[in-house]
């Protein structure tokens, strides 16, 4: 199987990824107060979900992340769904994608501007199982080994679902990237992935490692196909790609927040946007290095389309 990312930026410069779900499924009426998340709209209106992903194809997207953030074995079990109950639900995030994909594609008429779209399968932290905002902090003690038992199942069956690749976002510490990396080569040889942490600053990942010794670590990973960072303020991001280009020479990837900050406890948002042009910097971040960019919490298809706009200029 070939790396996805890099067939299509063999022949356009970027690939535009899309935006928020959870907060644009809160602006399509879902309520997601809840340690499901948008996982558990999946069971509930899955709809929604596919009328969002339409929503960022038709504003430029060349990749939709699924809804399966949230999504695991042990997250389901406590609302008491079981293990084939729950697989079903996570393979249904990339149905839902695929179908939302194949049918824009379809009608678009015009196909020499932009690639066919990817279907990249979130894999969301342990932390976010928690639910208690640990994939801002990276805190937890788990094992690389009990890391890898942990998402060893979601990522079977996303895989099996067909996704074009896996998208391991919001990753907190070195121990859970590298669980991750491990768990593609020994069980997984044919699959790809792009790994993205959240920081704290321009240099360092939310557990407070160095995200150049990050990225050191896992551009020896050959189906790591993009590293880089997501869910982070924008003020933050070209001194973070600065950083990576130092360690890898893999494709660099970004889709930061809008400047705000979560807090896990109420589950909402507050703080200042960052009100700059989303283009400006995403345009700039293109300029450090990036090569795959779109947006993360609270970001809109508005967003996504001005990134596409410059993009296929």
Not at 1 to 27: C, K, W, Y
Not at 31 to 38: A, E, K, M
Not at 235 to 261: F, H, S
Request: charge should be negative.
């Amino acid at each position: 199987m070939p790396n996805p990312i890099q067939t299509i930026l063999s022949t356009f410069p970027v690939i535009v990824l899309d935006g928020a779900m959870a907060t644009e499924l809160e602006r399509h009426g879902c309520q997601l107060n809840d340690s499901l998340w948008s996982a558990r709209i999946l069971m509930e209106t899955p709809e929604a979900i596919k009328q969002v992903h339409t929503d960022y194809f038709q504003a430029g997207a060349d990749c939709a992340i699924t809804a399966s953030y949230q999504a695991t074995i042990d997250g389901f079990a406590k609302h008491g769904l079981s293990a084939e109950q729950t697989i079903d639900i996570i393979q249904a995030s990339v149905q839902i994608a695929a179908e939302a994909r194949d049918e824009f594609w379809q009608a678009v008429e015009d196909k020499t501007n932009r690639p066919k779209p990817l279907v990249a399968a979130s894999v969301g932290p342990y932390g976010a199982f928690l639910a208690d905002g640990s994939e801002y902090r990276g805190d937890y003690t788990l094992t690389e080994a009990e890391l890898i038992d942990f998402h060893r199942p979601r990522v079977k069956a996303l895989i099996e679902a067909g996704a074009d690749l896996l998208a391991c976002e919001t990753i907190p510490n070195a121990v859970e990237a590298q669980a991750l990396a491990r768990l593609l080569k020994e069980e997984f040889p044919h699959a790809y992935a792009w790994i993205s942490f959240s920081a704290k600053d321009g240099q360092h990942i939310s557990s407070g490692e160095r995200i150049a010794d990050c990225a050191k670590t896992l551009n020896a990973f050959e189906q790591i196909a993009a590293i880089g960072v997501n869910c982070t303020a924008p003020e933050y991001i070209p001194e973070l790609i600065q950083e990576l280009k130092r360690e890898t020479d893999k494709p660099i990837v970004v889709y930061p927040n809008l400047g705000e900050v979560y807090d896990a406890e109420t589950k909402t948002w507050s703080g200042a946007p960052d009100l700059a042009a989303y283009s400006e910097h995403t345009r700039h971040w293109f300029e450090c290095g990036a090569q795959l960019i779109g947006g993360c919490c609270r970001t809109k298809p508005s967003d996504i389309q001005t990134i596409a706009e410059w993009a296929r200029a």
